[in-house]
């Protein structure tokens, strides 16, 4: 049986995992590996009559934007589905969407 979106998403924030090859320097941080699991563990409990909904948050400094990112487009490879990401701050865009961003990062690992 092929692995879950939650446990990749696990399996990519594992010490030895995909984003320890993109982040020379990356340690798993606790917070950061449980806030990507409830993410993948609410897009996985949606349907195809059903989107699943939710709100999450986490402290500053966390990870938040790999956090989301990494589980929401190995969703969209698993499934095919569209995703998006929307931002309240164009600094925030900046930070996702330049070059070495964490939108690169996390397109590398669900690649």
Known sequence: MPPTLTELTH?????????????????????????????????????????????????????????????LLLYAALTGHRVAISTYTVQLQSQILGIGGDLAIALQVAL
């Open 11 to 71: 399996a990519a924030f594992s010490e030895k995992g995909i984003l320890s090859v993109y982040l020379p320097h990356y340690r798993p941080n606790p917070v950061q590996v449980q806030y990507a699991e409830t993410v993948a563990a609410l897009l996985a409990s949606g349907s195809k009559q059903q989107t699943a909904v939710g709100l999450v948050e986490a402290g500053t400094g966390i990870g938040k934007t790999l956090g989301y990112a990494v589980p």
